[in-house]
């Protein structure tokens, strides 16, 4: 959920007390988790990337694809695979890989999976890729700045940057 922090106090016994607030019902939470341990992340809040943004990259992965005589899906999939930092790597027992990947593939055409051997036996590591639905504004850029890279190489026109600017600018508030 998204949240402010509103105060940093100290209890008696020297924990720190972190205030937050929000604007979600939180009171099934709190029945919920009150009385028990709970693992937190906080981290800074960023802006979703553009759907026309989202758009636009789909515009050129389409002219690469026609150019160079591949799928579209192959094109998008090698664009998540470069940008970088949006992958999880799992130990998964090899009778479960199968059935791993599936379910994670089934989140969405950029969500897909790769193995590679582990060191522990009866094993498999699996890297899950996220797809672009989850990235954040500089992944979305890096995605659509290698593939206005690869249309230039092909001599396929690309909007100006400036343009490319505006969309990128342009966040979607969902």
């Known amino acids: 959920m998204k949240a402010r922090l509103h105060d940093l106090s100290f209890s008696r016994d020297g924990a720190s007390v ?21 693992e937190v ?5 960023r802006k979703k990337r553009s759907l026309d ?22 094109i998008y ?12 790597v799992v130990c998964v027992r090899d009778k479960a890989v199968d059935r791993m990947r599936d379910v ?25 890729y996220y797809g672009s639905s989850r990235f954040d504004t500089a992944q979305m850029s890096r995605l659509i700045d ?14 100006p940057p400036y343009k490319l600017d505006e969309l990128l600018e342009q966040w979607d508030g969902s």
């Open 18 to 38: 972190l205030s937050i607030t929000t604007r979600e019902d939180c009171r099934g939470l709190w029945d919920d988790l009150h009385e028990t341990e709970v």
């Open 41 to 45: 992340t906080i981290k800074k809040a």
């Open 53 to 74: 943004a989202n758009a636009y990259a789909w515009v050129l992965m389409d002219k690469l694809a026609a150019a160079v005589g591949r799928p579209k899906m192959e």
């Open 77 to 88: 999939r090698d664009a998540v695979r470069n940008v970088g930092g949006n992958t999880e």
């Open 104 to 128: 994670w593939e089934r989140n969405g055409a950029g969500w897909f999976t790769e193995t590679m051997p582990s060191k522990i036996p009866g094993c498999t590591n699996v890297i899950l």
């Open 146 to 159: 290698n593939v206005i890279q690869d249309c230039k190489a092909l001599g396929i026109e690309t909007m």
